[in-house]
């Protein structure tokens, strides 16, 4: 009974990961859309399992016949296999070079389409660059320290770069040349250029180095470009991505880029918008505005959300009321962000979706007006200068002059900025010239309040002291 235990614990492990499956990313940020099992690996940092081949030199394509190129580049592809080891300058040095070499000649090979590249060709140079692009990415600093993230934006100096780029770097353009190229058959790049690939490439967004990320952000618009039957599939992929980053981890490196991949999928969206964008745009695009590092993606947001507006502008009352829902309360940066962001979206808005938000909207500029931190107080005066915005307010000023006037009085009696002193004075004497009999009306009525409110602060007053004196009588403490 022992020696069977024994034998049954050296049996070969399984034999359904084959030489010719590629090497998948181990922090997968989006879920896997096809009933595929996933593959996994024992070790922390998987290498590629790739064909032992001998760096040796090749000849250019310039220098032999047309019947022997086909050889030649199933060759090339197959040197450029192997990986060469980065983190030591001193190793591997001729290899690096020799492939360097061979990747420049592929580049210039597909670019210059100078022949149809059939299907082999094609198996080999997906192999290759799957090889080489899909691994796993380093820890980031915060993970390997146990410290925080930063929210800030990062410094370049600081920032972790790729060892492999030189090398990276032209696989990346092959790629790119590979998918626009007019020599290769679109039904069967479309075998390899499938769901796996594009969610092997969203895992790769996370990388800490931006070159690398700005090539990833080309070659998935290339593909969304060529590919439509990939596009309803990609859009998810992005979505999940952004679901991810929102309600779990909050820290992902290239939020960024797909939302600038995203500002061109919005700009081309047929009208009338479908329901499935609209539901985007609630359920992704307005809760990117919860986490903290919302500054490092800021401006491609606020253009996503401007473009929706624009194709629909039925979506203003959307945003709005969606800005509104994930207001900042103690992070003032945040705030100014918001104030910017909300005056772009003001710029494309009707009044008829304006007058249908106005009411908390201007509730929380007059907030906005009082702050304590003179740069949202400020950036809140600032909206004045928009002419659109000072006209949605003309047509509404009968219910939106108490709202605003309001904070402007209570600036220029308490505010302790300056600067701030002086802006409000300048909105209050635009109130007063759009309409001289309202503002004067909205004014006693403030000073009606006040004066009550100063009435029943002195009750109060009032009413302790008797209090007070009775409980001094009495030789009661009160305190």
Same mark, same amino acid.
Request: glycine letters at 4%.
């Given at each position: 009974?022992?020696?069977?235990i ?5 049996? *070969?492990?399984s ?31 998987? /290498?590629?399992?790739?064909? *032992?081949y ?5 000849p ?25 080891? %980065?983190?030591d ?40 660059? /799957? ?13 390997? $320290? ?37 020599g ?12 796996? %690939? ?5 895992? !790769?967004?996370?990388?800490?180095d ?11 618009? =290339?593909?969304?470009?060529? @590919?439509?039957?990939? #596009? ?21 490196n ?16 047929? !009208? ?8 985007? !745009? ?5 809760p ?13 947001? $606020? ?12 979506? +203003? ?20 962000l ?6 772009e ?16 909207? @201007?509730?929380?500029?007059? =907030?906005?007006l ?9 950036? +809140? ?27 402007l ?18 909105? #209050? ?8 009999h ?6 006693r ?14 009750q109060?007053e009032?009413?302790w002291?008797? !209090?007070?004196?009775v +409980?001094?009588g /009495? ?5």
């Open positions: 009974m022992f020696n069977k024994i034998k049954r614990g050296h049996r *070969k492990g034999k359904s990961v084959s030489n010719e499956t590629f090497v998948t990313v181990n922090h997968s940020s989006v879920a896997n859309f096809e009933s595929q099992p996933p593959i996994l690996s024992p070790l922390p940092q998987p /290498s590629p399992i790739i064909p *032992k001998e760096i040796q030199n090749l250019k394509f310039n220098d032999v016949p047309s019947s022997e190129k086909l050889n030649l580049f199933i060759k090339k592809t197959q040197l450029c296999c192997v990986l060469c080891d %980065f983190n300058p001193s190793k591997m040095t001729r290899e690096k070079e020799i492939k360097h070499r061979n990747l420049q000649e592929l580049v210039k090979f597909i670019q210059s389409d100078s022949g149809k590249i059939n299907e082999q060709m094609q198996e080999n140079l997906m192999r290759m660059i /799957s090889i080489n692009i899909f691994r796993a990415l380093p820890p980031a600093f915060h993970e390997n $320290t146990g410290s925080l993230p930063d929210v800030g934006e990062p410094d370049e100096e600081d920032a972790w770069l790729e060892p492999a780029w030189p090398h990276l770097q032209l696989v990346y353009e092959i790629l790119l040349r590979y998918i626009v190229s007019n290769a058959d679109k039904k069967i790049a479309k075998r390899y250029i499938d769901h796996t %690939f594009v969610l092997k490439l969203l895992d !790769l967004f996370d990388t800490e931006h070159r690398e990320r700005e090539y990833l952000k080309m070659v998935l618009h =290339r593909i969304y470009g060529r @590919f439509m039957s990939h #596009r309803p599939f990609i859009r998810a992929g992005i979505n999940n991505v952004f679901y991810r980053f929102i309600f779990e981890t909050e820290r992902h290239g939020i960024g880029e797909l939302l600038e991949i995203l500002g061109s999928i919005i700009n081309g969206f047929a !009208l009338p918008m479908k329901e499935e964008h609209k539901l985007f !745009l609630v359920r992704a695009m307005l990117l505005h919860k986490p903290k590092c919302v500054a490092l993606y800021h401006q491609q947001l $606020t253009y996503c959300v401007v473009q929706f507006v624009e194709k629909d502008y039925e979506l +203003a009352d959307t945003v709005i009321r969606g800005l509104l829902r994930y207001w900042p309360v103690t992070n003032c940066q945040k705030e100014v918001f104030l910017g962001e909300l005056e979206v003001l710029d494309v808005t009707h009044p008829a979706e304006f007058q249908q938000c106005m009411g908390p909207l @201007f509730r929380q500029i007059g =907030r906005c009082t702050s304590p931190h003179f740069q949202v107080a400020e950036r +809140a005066l600032f909206l004045w200068n928009n002419e659109h915005m000072v006209d949605l307010i003309a047509q509404n000023r009968n219910l939106l002059f108490p709202l605003i006037l309001n904070p009085e209570k600036n220029l009696r308490s505010h302790w900025n300056q600067a701030v002193h002086g802006l409000t004075a300048n909105v #209050r004497r635009m109130f007063e010239e759009m309409d001289a309202l503002f004067e009306e909205c004014k009525q403030y000073e009606e309040k006040e004066a009550r409110a100063q009435e029943l602060e002195e109060r009032l009413i002291k008797k !209090l007070e004196a +409980a001094a /009495s030789g009661v403490m009160v305190s």
